[in-house]
Each structure stands twice: as C-alpha cells, then as structure tokens.
C-alpha cells in the first residue's frame, strides 16, 4: 500500500512551499541585478559619450588645453561603444540560436 506523503513526511508540503518561495525570492533578485547592472552599462556607456563631447566642445571652443586628454575621452567613449554593439551582437545571437533550438 501506498502511503500519502504527508503521512510519511508532515512537514513535507510546508518544507517545499518555503523552497519554493525561496527559489522564487532568489531568481527576482537576480533580475533585479541584472536589470540594474543592464541599467549602470547604459548610463556608463551614456556618461562617457557625453564627457567626449564635452572635451571635444571644449577643444573647439579653445578652452581646452590639452590634446591628449581630449583623445583619450573620445577613445574611451568608442572602445564603450564598440563594447555594446558586441555585448548587443552576441545577445541577439544567442537568441536567434535558442530560438531556432528545437525542445
């Protein structure tokens, strides 16, 4: 005969609700950390464009001195950037391949 599982484990239910919701609690964090660190890439990759305009405009405008500071934001803005567009590429790639993955 059969015995339900509460009778041989009465604690079972309640054991695997908590697991559950720890799971739960767990996997929306990590969503959240993601979203944020998806969030500081963007506003970082944002942050240092603008600083490369600034230094670029400020170039222009004659205020700026130094050269070599102007090239170097204006370097670090691209490598960011050219660091996205492969982060984007590569995101979508894994997409389309689990997409076109048959279960």
Known sequence: ???????L????????DQVAQTTS???DKQAD???????QSINNLDSKQSESTQAIQSLVDGTADDLH???????????S?????????????A????K???F
């Open 100 to 102: 076109n993955m048959q």
């Open 81 to 93: 950037l050219e660091v996205a567009v492969q982060l984007r590429n590569r995101s979508l790639e």
């Open 69 to 79: 500071t102007v090239m170097i934001k204006t370097t670090e803005a691209q490598l």
């Open 33 to 39: 950390s993601f979203t944020d660190l998806l969030n």
């Open 25 to 27: 609690r767990v996997t």
């Open 1 to 7: 005969m059969i015995n339900p599982l509460n009778q």
């Open 9 to 16: 484990y009465p604690n079972a239910l309640q054991q695997i």
């Open 95 to 98: 997409f389309n391949e689990l």
